[in-house]
Each structure stands twice: as C-alpha cells, then as structure tokens.
C-alpha cells in the first residue's frame, strides 16, 4: 500500500496524560500536512512541512502541540497533557511539490484521539 | 470573516437532480481551489481542482471559478444516492497552505 498511513487509528486518554501520533506520507511527497477535524466542521489546518522544515503552524495551535519531521519522511504529532477539548480526529496528508495543480492533498485515515 | 465559507446545507436533492455547492473565499491570492467529497468516518477525498476562471468539467461533476468575485462552486449532474456525503471547498493560499471551509451536507434521495 502507497498511500498515507497513520497510526494509531483511534486513542483513548486521560486528562493530563500525553499523546503520540505518526504519519507516513506517500513516498514521493516532499510536503506533509496536519489538520484536526471535529464532528460538522471541516479539516482546520494545524501546520505543514517542506521535506524536514515546518514552514507553517497555525496561531490556534498551543505550546502543548509539537509536530516534527526528522529526515523529511515520516512525520510524529505530540499533543502534552492532553485536555478534553483536544478530542478530534487528526489528520495527515501529503502531497507533491509546487506547480498550480499539485496541491491535491491525499489524506490517511486519521488518528481519532477521545480525551476523557 | 472567515476564509473559506459554505453553507452547511443540508442540501437535499431528488436522484437525478443537479446538486449545486457554493464556496466562497476572501484571500485574493488564493492560487488552487479543490473540491473534497467526505463520507461519513471517512477522510477527504478530492473531486476537482481548478485554477484559471471558467469551468471545468470531469464527467457529472462541474466546477466552476469567478477570481473577481471569490467564488467557485461545484455542480453535479444526475445526482445520484451514492453521492450524499459533504462537500468540502478548499483553497490554496499564496503560502501552499491549504484552508478548508466546514462543508455541505449533500442529501441525494433515491
């Protein structure tokens, strides 16, 4: 399978306690993106990576996040003492590089993430 | 004011219909625009894109693009019931970042 995994698929934590989410992008990707979805809204943008370098993270995003892309291929996303509010799916997506019709994200599965 | 904006719907058209979505988006710089189709406990999958105003058209389905009015829809021709799920607009802004906005519900009724 080519396409974008991410792992796990679903996390049951409690407050307070931290959590770890991996994504592995279609290979040939050099761009990587993260986004947090909750039920009815769309997928709100979290940040992205160039190869290693994160050239973006959202204003939203707090001090507990952290996301990090050693070497430019898989990509980790830490959440720190984790709060119920933080309960989503969040998600991963890769694409290719620059040029008008390359910004098609493709999508994993999602990492379901329920704080209780 | 947010940066990509749809109406929610839901959106409820007969089998066979013409389903019509509407986007709107306030970054002028905005360069790419696609269109998701998300089914329930699913992640987003991508329809179209398109980038110069005008139309464009891949089978049932029609995008469309107005950069003087920020505005891009998606029409989709002899609805049918597999194609309820919610639409997604989304933009790609002078950064590569992509924006999405919060989707329309499409109700397809056989």
């Known amino acids: 399978d080519t396409g974008v995994s991410q792992d796990p698929r679903h996390k049951i934590t409690k407050r307070g306690q931290n959590v770890t989410f991996r994504c592995d992008p279609i290979?040939?990707?050099?761009?990587l993106y993260w986004y947090r979805q909750t039920l009815g809204q769309g997928p709100e943008f979290l940040t992205y990576?160039?190869?290693?370098?994160?050239?973006?993270k959202s204003r939203l995003l707090s001090d507990r996040f952290s996301a990090e892309r050693p070497k430019g291929s898989f990509s980790t996303l830490e959440i720190q003492r984790t709060e119920q509010g933080d309960s989503a799916m969040y998600l991963c997506?890769?694409?290719?590089?620059?040029?008008?019709?390359?910004?098609?994200?493709?999508f994993g599965e999602g990492s379901r993430l329920t704080v209780l | 004011q947010k940066e990509v904006e749809q109406n929610s719907g839901p959106l409820s058209v007969p089998e066979g219909a013409i389903a019509s979505l509407n986007c709107t988006y306030s970054?002028?710089?905005?360069?790419?625009f696609f269109w998701y189709r998300q089914y329930s406990g699913k992640s987003p999958e991508l329809i179209m894109f398109?980038?110069?105003?005008g139309d464009k058209e891949d089978g049932r389905f029609t995008a469309q693009l107005n950069k003087a009015s920020q505005y891009v829809s998606l029409l989709i021709r002899d609805s049918q019931p597999s194609d309820s799920a919610t639409y997604l607009c989304?933009?790609?802004?002078?950064?590569?970042?992509?924006?999405f906005g919060a989707g329309t519900r499409l109700f397809v009724k056989a």
């Open positions: 398109i980038y110069s105003n």
């Open positions: 990576f160039q190869n290693e370098a994160q050239l973006e």
């Open positions: 989304a933009v790609k802004v002078w950064s590569f970042k992509t924006i």
């Open positions: 997506a890769s694409s290719s590089g620059p040029g008008q019709g390359g910004g098609e994200l493709f």
């Open positions: 290979s040939e990707h050099n761009r």
């Open positions: 970054d002028r710089g905005s360069q790419s």
